[in-house]
């Protein structure tokens, strides 16, 4: 009864710029560290950026100045400020939480991904 929905995907010239938005909804009882990924076809899923709830955040070196991972703790929310986009950035970009439920369960959930297409 946890899941992550994620929005703020669409088609943006090279040097454009979009904001997804993640959030998790449910028999939450604590979220520990959040994060993007994204998986373009015939590609690995990579690691895009992490954030932790202590506010610590990662970087890919490949998005490193470009992109900013933030959260809201009270709304169960992850964002993704993604500033001078490159076509290699087009992918499906999917954000995570490392959730404990009600029933203190603990494992990492999956949003089911939002398409993010860059144009040159």
């Known amino acids: 009864q946890v899941q992550l929905v994620e929005s703020g995907g669409g088609l943006v010239q090279a040097g454009g710029s979009l904001r997804l938005s993640c959030v998790a909804s449910?028999?939450?009882?604590?979220?520990?560290?959040m994060g993007w990924y994204r998986q373009a076809p015939g590609k690995q899923r990579e690691l895009v950026a992490t954030?932790?709830?202590?506010?610590?955040?990662n970087n890919a070196d490949s998005v490193k100045g470009r992109f900013t991972i933030s959260r809201d703790k009270a709304k169960n929310s992850v964002y993704l400020q993604m500033n001078s986009l490159k076509p290699e950035d087009t992918a499906v970009y999917f954000c995570y939480a490392a959730i404990t439920d009600w029933g203190g369960f603990y494992r990492d959930y999956w949003g089911p991904g939002t398409q993010v297409t860059v144009s040159s």
């Open positions: 449910g028999s939450i009882s604590r979220i520990n560290d």
């Open positions: 954030i932790t709830s202590g506010g610590s955040t």
